[in-house]
Structure formats: structure tokens, C-alpha cells
């Protein structure tokens, strides 16, 4: 793993959330998207190397908003950098870990991205990603 791509979390609402974290990073986001097979828009800050990915459900049956209603807003995910996705997947397999998804699937900002069960990470949601 490279570095700390992005720290993931979940908001209620871009809306209220953008200019919360603009004031608290004194930072403006600098990228909003869709990305529709997650359910979700997502806003970005960057601070220094490392990214914030605030993320808002576009739907009432997304993971976000169940994650929301079950936790409340907060971290949802850390997304590591890889520079192979596909060997770092493999890797994390022989190791025992658990993959939510067999391939990378495509994520926000020009990322491939494949999360691990965070019942076997210490209840942490890990996120990998690979720049296209």
C-alpha cells in the first residue's frame, strides 16, 4: 500500500456538510460527483497528500443512508492507495482477508476501488483504490 488515499465520510447532506468542512479544513472542495452504481454524490477537500470524500445517499436503500441510519454521519471508510489492485486483491485474499467484491469496480475520482469485509479488520471498512 502507497499511502492514505482518502478518508470516507458519511453525511446526511452535501448541502450542510460542503461549507461545515470548508470552514473546518479551511479548504474548498475542489470536486463534486455521482457516482450512481454506489448511490451516491460525493464532495472532495484535499489536505496535503491525503483527501476527504464526504459522502451523501442518493437513495434511501443505499449503503450510505443505511449506514447513516444505523451509525449516524461519521468516518465510514480509509481508502489506501495501491499501485496494483488486482495483485494487492490477491495478497489480502492469501492473507484471510475478505473481499466485498471479486473485481475492482469502478469508484469516484477515476479510481478502481475494492473494499474489505471490516469484520476482519477490526471493524474498519478498508477501502483500496488504483488510479485509471
Do not use: W
Amino acid at each position: 500500500m502507497l499511502k492514505v488515499e482518502h478518508i470516507g465520510i458519511a453525511v446526511k447532506s452535501l448541502t450542510d456538510s460542503v461549507p461545515l468542512f470548508a470552514k473546518l479544513l479551511n479548504t474548498e472542495c475542489y470536486k463534486t460527483e455521482e457516482v450512481t452504481g454506489e448511490k451516491v454524490n460525493t464532495a472532495f477537500f484535499r489536505q496535503g497528500e491525503t483527501k476527504i470524500e464526504l459522502l451523501e445517499s442518493t437513495s434511501e436503500d443505499g449503503v450510505i443512508a443505511k449506514f447513516v441510519e444505523k451509525k449516524g454521519e461519521g468516518i465510514h471508510h480509509i481508502a489506501f492507495e495501491v499501485a496494483d489492485i488486482e495483485a494487492e486483491m490477491k495478497r489480502l485474499q492469501a492473507e484471510g482477508f475478505v473481499l466485498l467484491n471479486e473485481q475492482p469496480k469502478q469508484g469516484a475520482d477515476n479510481k478502481l476501488v475494492c473494499f474489505l469485509h471490516p469484520k476482519h479488520t477490526n471493524g474498519v471498512l478498508i477501502e483500496l483504490c488504483m488510479e485509471r
